[in-house]
């Protein structure tokens, strides 16, 4: 599964190009150079499909209490005394990390929740009525093989009604992007769609330096973080771009269950936070995981 890339550029440019993109829309891998405590979309949408705009966004942090009280015995934090919703509806839309175009006919379903699932219409929008509020779940995203790896994209759902939580899927193509340019370091690096993916993001783009601990150890040429210079370099521990500020481990043997993987993440003068720390693989998908680095007080 390689892509052959005739062109002038250099490898780098490809993977900033590719991935700038994928990064540069919420939802996505987080391209947008924010402030230290501006973290990068995880998951949303406020219906901008450009990724230039940050105002009004509902972030999927993770790291928030969502009933938090306001004085008024009901808990759901509006002050109006109302009963604290026991279901709640959840949309947005399914994109494509690479054109950020909506992805029509794309299966959306919860892990470990039957009855939870629906197709993406055009625009790539989907709706789940009657999830449970203030509760981690693990979307998946699939249906559509023959032009994109499956999604699994943990989330921690608010108190009350969403519509922009923005789903997203990797093509095919993207892959053998990223493939092309790792072996280019390492011709026998080779991607076993049989096995499983983990992108570990920086939520905070200027959080450079961190170091990320994948246990148990990936073996060599199955893992690779960003360098200063935004290029890819296989089996490096280091987030150190600002501009890609990621870690991807590959051909990661399955678990359904979750557990089987820990992952940290150590910076040296910020705190990071693994937002979902127990999270499944399966074989062709990729599990996103957000960490929440903030800058120092």
Known sequence: ??????????????????????????????????????????????????????????TETGGEDMDTGDG??????DGDGDPVP???????????????MGIEGAT??????????????????????????STEVFFLIDGNEAEYWGGIRPAHLPADDIDDLQLGQISNQLID????????????????????????RLLQPTATGASVTFDPPPPPGTSYGVDAEHSPLLDSPLIESSLLPFWVAF???????????????????????????????????VTLLDIDCPPPP
Do not use: W
């Not at 008024?72 to 934090?77: E, K, L, R, V, Y």
């Not at 959840?90 to 994109?95: A, H, I, Y």
């Open 1 to 58: 599964m390689t892509v052959e890339l005739h062109t002038q550029h250099p490898p780098h440019y490809h993977l900033a190009l590719a991935l700038g993109l994928v990064l540069g829309t919420l939802g996505t891998l987080g391209m947008t150079a924010c402030a230290d405590d501006a973290p990068v979309g995880a998951e949303t949408s406020t219906g901008d499909t450009t990724g230039t705009e940050d105002t009004g966004t509902t």
């Open 72 to 77: 008024d015995g009901d808990g759901d934090g």
């Open 86 to 100: 026991t279901e709640i509806t959840v949309g947005g839309e399914v994109t494509d990390f690479f054109t950020m």
């Open 108 to 133: 959306v379903s919860v892990k470990d929740m039957p009855g939870f699932e629906t197709v993406s219409a055009a625009a790539g929008l989907y709706e789940l009525m009657g999830m449970p509020p």
């Open 177 to 200: 992007t990223q493939l092309n340019i790792l072996q280019q370091q390492d011709p026998t690096v080779m991607a076993d769609e049989t096995k499983a993916v983990v992108i570990v």
């Open 251 to 285: 051909n990661l043997e399955p678990d359904d269950v979750g557990g089987a993987y820990t992952v940290t993440v150590d910076h040296p003068v910020r705190e990071c936070t693994v937002l979902h720390p127990v999270f499944p693989t399966r074989a062709r998908y």
